[in-house]
Every structure is written in C-alpha cells, then in structure tokens.
C-alpha cells in the first residue's frame, strides 16, 4: 500500500484549508449577525469565539464514526486491519489538528500547553492509521471523544453576560459533564477490553513496533488527560449547582424578612 495515498493528502489539505477559513471568515461574518455581543468582544474572546468551529469538526467526525461503529462490518471485525472509511473520517480530524497550529500564532489568547499535547499526541498516532493503514478500529473509536466538544464549546454565555447560575449555564454545564463522562470514561473499558482481546495475537504483531508505542502510550496519554479534565469539569459543575442551591434557599429568606 502506498502510504499517504492522493485522495487522503488532498482531504487532509482540503480539512486544513476549509477549518482556517470557517475560523478567519465565516465565524467572524455569522457571529456579527448572530449575536450583538460579539461586537463588543475583546481581540482575545473574538479568537477564543471563532476557535468555536471545532464545533462543527465534532460533529462531522462523530457522526461518520458512529456510522463506522454501527454500520461498517470489516473494521469491527478486524480492528487491525487496512480501513477505508475510517481512514476518510481520520484524514478530516488531521487537517483539522494541523489548523490548530494557529493555536502558537494566539498563544496568548488560546495557548494551553495541554491541549497542544493532547493534539501532538493524536497525529502521532493518526500517522499510523494515514501513513500505514493501521489500528483503524481504534482510531475511529477514539473520535467518539468529540462528541464531548459542542457543549465545552458554550463557555461564551458567560462572555455575553449570564452568571454562572443562569439556567443557560447550568444546564450547559450539566450537560457537558454528562456528555464527557459518557464519550471519554465510560468507554474506557469496552477500549481497552478490546485492546486486551488483541494484544499477543497474531494480528498485534503485525502491526511494526512503532505503531504499538502509538497505539498503546497515546491511548493512555490521552486518556490520562481526560481524567484530569473530568476531574475539573465536575468539580466545577458541582460548585454552580450547590451555588445555586444556596441562592435559592437564601431567597425565601431575604423575603421573609422584607414582609
């Protein structure tokens, strides 16, 4: 197989080219005609707002992986094996990793130095799917986690003004604890029980060490930083409902007291 066919450059090319320009041109021209409050953004929020295109990158790329998942026989069958469509869906999320390069041109704005390592260490192991044609059950089953994305994507109602305990956020807020846990740990051990079951086959050594190191150490590099991102989602979401809480059982107080 010729690694990095045309077809999968040009889609990697086309994703890259298509995301820098929903980031620079049409975020910027829907955003000021959606909502008034962009306009009075700072330099810095108006870059946080347009990197809200991943929304629709999460999207895309989920909804083929979960047509993947449902409907694609070969590759649930063998997950080692040399894929097609998921190569497609992977090419798609590279281009899409690579724009992200913008992130060092705004560091100030958008700069996090564990989201860049999150995304160094997916096209790392992307390059084996790419390049090689390998581990496509793995990698598809991985974009799942993008599922997770639009709702981390609506932290700009507070931007436009709603407290924290607002209904919008909240239920934002709820929802993106939900949804994350769901798409990034609760499918750790339906992964990695999959993992076990082809570790040691015939099939696993197939693929060349370089593309284990890949397949293993980012798996868990990454999912080591969804924990740690769990972690400080809940505990956030848990501190706007028990503020709430407290705002509500204090109201009937003041109340009281002014009749």
Not at 143 to 155: G, I, R
Not at 213 to 239: E, F, P, Q, T
């Amino acid at each position: 197989m010729d690694p990095f066919s045309q077809l999968i450059l040009t889609i990697s090319v086309t994703s890259f080219l298509t995301f820098q320009w929903l980031f620079h041109r049409v975020s910027p021209w829907m955003s000021m005609r959606i909502s008034r409050g962009f306009l009075g953004l700072t330099d810095k929020q108006k870059v946080e707002w347009n990197s809200t295109v991943s929304t629709f990158h999460a999207l895309l790329v989920g909804i083929f992986c979960l047509c993947i998942l449902f409907f694609d026989d070969a590759v649930n069958e063998d997950p080692v094996g040399d894929p097609t469509l998921v190569k497609t869906n992977v090419a798609i999320t590279t281009g899409y990793l690579i724009s992200l390069l913008l992130i060092f041109y705004y560091w100030k704005a958008i700069g996090d130095k564990f989201f860049v390592v999150h995304h160094l260490t997916a096209l790392y192991a992307y390059y084996y799917v790419l390049g090689e044609g390998m581990l496509p059950y793995f990698a598809n089953f991985r974009l799942l986690a993008e599922f997770s994305t639009p709702c981390v994507n609506q932290w700009f109602f507070e931007v436009l003004g709603y407290p924290k305990s607002s209904r919008p956020n909240m239920a934002n807020g709820v929802a993106m604890a939900v949804v994350f846990f769901m798409v990034r740990i609760a499918v750790m051990p339906v992964y990695y029980s999959r993992m076990y079951a082809v570790y040691g086959t015939e099939a696993f050594y197939l693929v060349p060490w370089g593309g284990r190191v890949a397949w293993i150490c980012s798996s868990i590099c990454l999912d080591i930083m969804n924990i740690m991102w769990m972690h400080k989602i809940a505990r956030g979401c848990y501190k706007v409902l028990r503020s709430a809480r407290q705002s509500k059982a204090v109201a009937p107080q003041e109340n009281g007291k002014t009749d």
